[in-house]
């Protein structure tokens, strides 16, 4: 067994909140989550040289929490109103949601602190761009500028958006590793 690197004992460092709600979820018992916590925590240790780094550690992290969860419930079995297994994976999928759901709102909050640090002027442009979905021409005419200055304007602004959300998500106290769609001149809508 190789001994952790950094990255992985941030990231472990990192998901302890969101794992634990998640056993939480399953278990319904924030005792028996922090049990199994503890649990996953020693599992995920020794199974370190099963994570590949730039993969999802979230996904794997949540997957060693669910069979610990499973482990600890079969374990448990005997009191009568614990859950079944069918029960357990309904919770976690259901769980699974509530994440990737805070994982947007995370990147809609870092929009939102992108957006306000822009000038008043070009929050204006991507507002009547995005929000009034002006056409270029239109959003030119308004604006007092050529057609492909205007464009050229969105596409150097979305840019610099994409760079400031992902810098703004990477400050982020528990940080999963979300990733944004690439902008580029040829994709993104105008």
Partial sequence: MNAPDEQFITQLTNWQNRLFGYLVTILGNVHDAHDVLQETNLV????VDEFEPGTNFGAWARKCAYFQARAFLRDRK???HLFDDDVI???AEDD???LALAEDEEKEIALRECLAELPDDHRKLIRDRYRSELP???LAKRFGKKASATKMTLMRL???LL???EGKLKEAPFNSRVDLPRLSSSTAPL
């Fill in 44 to 47: 995920m240790w020794r199974k």
């Fill in 78 to 80: 005997r009191d009568r």
């Fill in 89 to 91: 994976a309904r919770l």
């Fill in 96 to 98: 699974e949601t509530q």
């Fill in 136 to 138: 270029i021409p239109e």
């Fill in 158 to 160: 979305r840019q610099s």
């Fill in 163 to 165: 760079v400031c959300i």
